[in-house]
């Protein structure tokens, strides 16, 4: 006898971010850096209140399984998290508008239905099979967001509130040469050098728990400013996409060569795989060494990483603004805790949530 097949019903979906909303027209200028109880952070208690309002209003009904699903996507195409009445956003197909995600998360209820027998509850679907048949279903869309993973998580399972730590990235490419066509709507193209030293100085100013009233937007909703940044690194990185120049083509091949202990052939035996091309690097009469034609030039790159159990509206993009002024000499470290509202905002193009990370049983 063939297998039942079911019709899931309409999934009920929470996310982890807010729609854009509009920024403060002036915020402090003062970091204070929290020291002992001075300060009350009522983070926690904030989200408690919060967690027990949703579960007042949940009703868990044992025909409904919850999963959690991991989401990455790219934002430029979407208008937010939220459902509009116009415009494309994630919850619509399925977080800030423009923001990308390795790993979004939430959470959705699914009831399986008898299509043989309406009405009749069946055993609910496995992750994989949950997660591939919505994955079927967005590609056959515009293709920009794709389920990453999908667990079975218990009905009073929250996905925002039962998360202890996100981490984002930030990605800046600096250099005079317009951002590649790759690369467009990916990260913030900064013209200037930046001087890596003094944003990692300006991190460790930054970095740890303080009021971070100067780097929140007008319509931040949360009721205390202190949050605790437990990470907040400058790292330089490749380009990306990245594709080996000559010369490491022609050191890989060599270390292939050299690891190759069976072989009768010595080094001078073996035909070259590569064949320098004559034009790819050219020496000027000033002695400088220049790309050939047709080979761009590449951005130095650049990743903020910032790490924290919770973060104020357009904190994150803040912080990006001010170490990109202190990178660039506008700012100096010290000036990063005493920011003026004239400190600029990151562009959201450049913003990747990475990881949002819960206390999770491999087996629940």
């Known amino acids: 006898m063939p297998a039942e097949q079911s019709t899931p019903s309409v999934p009920q979906i929470s996310h982890q971010l807010r729609n854009q909303r509009p920024e403060s027209p002036r915020r402090p200028s003062k970091l204070a850096k929290i020291d002992g109880g001075d300060f009350s952070d009522d983070v926690e208690e ?98 920009d967001m794709m389920v990453i993973d999908v667990q079975c998580v218990p009905s009073d399972f929250h996905a925002r509130y039962k998360a202890q730590e996100r981490t984002y990235f930030y990605r800046l490419l600096s250099g005079k040469e317009p951002l590649s066509t790759f690369d467009k709507d990916r990260a913030w193209h900064v013209p ?34 202190i949050r605790t940044l437990e990470e907040l690194t400058v790292t330089e990185v490749a380009p990306s996409p990245y594709f080996p120049s000559l010369l490491e083509r022609e050191q890989s091949n060599y270390a292939t060569v050299g690891s190759i202990s069976n072989s009768n052939k010595s080094e001078t035996d073996c035909p070259p795989c590569v064949t320098a091309p004559s034009n790819q690097l050219i020496e000027n009469s000033g002695g400088e060494v220049i790309q050939g034609f047709g080979i761009r030039k590449r951005h130095r790159c650049f990743v903020v990483t ?10 994150v993009r803040l912080l990006v603004g001010v170490l990109k ?20 905002m990151a562009p959201a193009s450049g913003l990747y949530l990475g990881h949002v990370k819960y206390d999770l049983s491999p087996n629940i």
């Open 192 to 225: 200037e050098e930046l001087d890596l030293l003094a944003m990692q100085k300006a991190c460790q100013v930054l970095v740890g728990r303080h009021d971070f009233s100067s780097f929140r937007a007008a319509a931040c909703q949360a009721k205390s400013p």
């Open 325 to 344: 002024s202190v990178g660039t000499g506008d700012l100096t470290v010290s000036d990063a805790k005493n920011v003026s509202a004239a400190s600029p």
């Open 46 to 143: 904030e989200e408690e209140k919060e967690r027990e309002s949703v579960d007042r209003n949940m009703s868990p009904n044992p025909r409904i399984q919850r999963y959690l699903v991991a989401i990455e996507y790219i934002g430029t195409r979407f208008s937010g998290a939220q459902k509009q009445a116009t415009g494309r956003t994630v919850v619509g197909v399925l977080e800030d508008a423009g923001v990308h995600a390795l790993s979004n998360v939430c959470h959705v209820d699914i009831e399986r239905i008898s299509k043989r027998k309406p009405g009749e509850v069946l055993a609910p679907h496995e992750p994989s099979v949950v997660k591939r048949a919505v994955n079927h279903f967005l590609q056959k869309n515009e293709g």
């Open 306 to 315: 910032a790490r924290a159990r919770s973060f104020l509206y357009h904190q």
